[in-house]
């Protein structure tokens, strides 16, 4: 599974962003998909996780109320809406595939992204 970010840039406190994650291979569906960030000199920490079927979605704290995680089995692709955006939501954001465990854990997740960056400016 090969998954290519995008949708980030730089964006004014208060506004929005909506990052994409496309997937390719066949099982897109049947996978839980998950959202990370890192900020410099960070660890990679939990954003929002998906379930296969889309039914249930997971949230850190920081972004509860703010962000919303849906996916688009038809089309492979998972997406985070990014509302109200401050500066500490500042970081590369990954999208992450098929957790053996956990959702909420990075070392649980098979597949990764390279990353699409996100500033958000003061």
């Known amino acids: 599974v090969q998954l290519v970010e995008s949708g980030g840039g730089l964006v004014q406190a208060g506004g929005f962003l909506r990052l994409s994650c496309a997937a390719s291979?066949?099982?897109?569906?049947?996978?839980?998909m998950g959202w990370f960030r890192q900020a410099p000199g960070k660890e990679r920490e939990f954003v929002a996780a998906i379930s296969w079927s889309g039914g249930s979605t997971y949230y850190a704290d920081s972004v509860k109320g703010r962000f919303t995680i849906s996916r688009d089995n038809a089309k492979n692709t998972v997406y985070l809406q990014m509302n109200s955006l401050k500066p500490e939501d500042t970081a590369v954001y990954y999208c992450?595939?098929?957790?053996?465990?956990?959702?909420?854990?990075?070392?649980?997740?098979?597949?990764w992204g390279q990353g699409t960056q996100v500033t958000v400016s003061s």
């Open positions: 291979g066949r099982t897109f569906s049947s996978y839980a």
């Open positions: 992450a595939a098929d957790p053996s465990g956990s959702y909420y854990v990075p070392y649980e997740y098979e597949y």
